[in-house]
């Protein structure tokens, strides 16, 4: 025989009615009762063999212990379910940074997938399985494109530092055309834009034009027409100014209309008309002696309607031109050019500590803008190297 039962058949009973009668759990009554648990949970099931029904549970819910077990068992796992999904959605905040594209969550479910299981993954994030496993079984070819772009992206990155920071997207394309890179304008766009590639913007310019009422006009022999055959049929100028300590730098140009070439320049600490006859000076001895002939082309300021500068252009066979007061686009190509240069340099934003510092940098740019920087009017040529296309008759000696 067994050992005999601690508990009589009357407490059995009682105990039995008790949890039928209570809408509380098995346990709790159980505790009260000083007994375990699974003691009491196997008198209840016991009884309900009995009666050949199941036990309820007052209060009218109509459940059994075991449907009550069951329900609450049930629950428990919606409650992990539930816990689960909380700790997946806040580590997709902070994974996707508000990027909640489909690419990403697809990433955030490869990264996850032994913490949390694909299939609830692709449930919380509301997205397909075999779209998922699609992607993912795509995951090489993508690895290889990335890595490809990645050495696309350090070329433009070096194109860009090697122009000094100013190149925007279409000139780096031409210049990895010309390298044997075969890639559109679009997709160089985004990589630099990916990657905070940006080329220099143009920004707005002081006038230095101060025009002399008493001097003579020139006649308008350009007509905002800046084009030209061949070199050294028309040029243009203008002068403009760059910060340097406390004071100002002036520099003075001279511009082929046909190549965009910057044949002559003069810097110096004032604009008197002398900055003007010096560039000019400089664009002449640039094209080996005199150039009969040549127009050039200026705004109305007191330096271009000056004797001294009639002379000078006298002296070389230079037929001067002039636009109308207060138009820009009368010397529009001249302007260009400036606001290209200051744009380079940052200029507006710039201030050289020394005259010698603004001379050096001027000097550098202007030599990568004559024969390195590519110019869109000229099927983005450097001006030197579009000179070079040109037929040989046409040429007046060009020095290199």
């Given at each position: 025989m067994g050992r005999p039962s601690k508990y009589t058949e009357e407490f059995r009973r009682d105990a039995v009615d008790?949890?039928?009668?209570?809408?509380?759990?098995?346990?709790?009554?159980?505790r009260e009762l000083g007994m375990s648990h699974e003691t009491l949970r196997n008198w209840v099931r016991a009884a309900e063999r009995r009666t050949g029904a199941s036990a309820t549970v007052s209060g009218?819910?109509?459940l059994s212990v075991a449907d009550k077990d069951a329900e609450i068992a049930r629950l428990?796992?919606?409650?992990?379910?539930?816990?689960?999904?909380?700790?997946i959605l806040r580590k997709a905040a902070a994974y996707f940074e508000g990027d909640g594209s489909v690419t990403s969550r697809f990433r955030f479910i490869s990264a996850h997938r032994a913490a949390f299981g694909v299939k609830r993954l692709c449930r919380v994030l509301a997205v397909s399985r075999s779209g998922f496993y699609r992607w993912a079984a795509s995951e090489p070819a993508r690895q290889a494109r990335a890595a490809v772009e990645d050495v696309l992206a350090e070329q433009i990155t070096r194109i860009h530092a090697d122009s000094g920071g100013t190149y925007g997207s279409p000139r780096v394309t031409v210049e990895l055309h010309d390298h044997g890179v075969r890639v559109n304008r679009k997709r160089v766009e985004r990589i630099m834009r990916?990657?905070?590639?940006?080329?220099?913007h143009l920004r707005r310019?002081?006038?230095t034009t101060i025009p002399d009422p008493a001097a003579p006009p020139a006649p308008d022999l350009i007509g905002?027409?800046?084009?030209?055959?061949?070199p050294d049929q028309r040029w243009c100028g203008d002068i403009t100014y760059l910060r340097v300590g406390a004071g100002w730098l002036y520099l003075a140009t001279v511009i082929d209309i046909a190549t965009r070439r910057l044949v002559g320049w003069s810097i110096n600490t004032h604009m008197r008309t002398a900055l003007v006859i010096d560039a000019l000076d400089a664009a002449v001895a640039t094209r080996s002696g005199r150039v009969d002939g040549v127009i050039f082309h200026s705004d109305r300021g007191a330096q271009y309607g000056s004797d001294a500068f009639a002379s000078a252009c006298r002296r070389h066979g230079i037929r001067r031109s002039m636009g109308r007061i207060g138009s820009s686009y009368d010397n529009a190509l001249a302007e260009a050019f400036f606001a290209t240069l200051k744009r380079e340099l940052d200029v507006d934003r710039r201030r050289w500590a020394s005259e010698a510092d603004a001379r050096r940098d001027v000097f550098r740019w202007i030599a990568f803008y004559n024969h390195r920087r590519r110019h869109s009017a000229l099927g983005y040529l450097s001006p030197a190297n579009y000179e070079q296309t040109l037929a040989p008759t046409t040429l007046h000696q060009i020095a290199a």
């Open positions: 008790l949890v039928r009668s209570s809408q509380r759990p098995i346990n709790q009554v159980a009218g819910d109509g428990r796992r919606e409650v992990a379910e539930l816990r689960q999904e909380k700790e990916q990657r905070d590639v940006v080329g220099r310019r002081k006038r905002r027409d800046f084009a030209a055959t061949a």
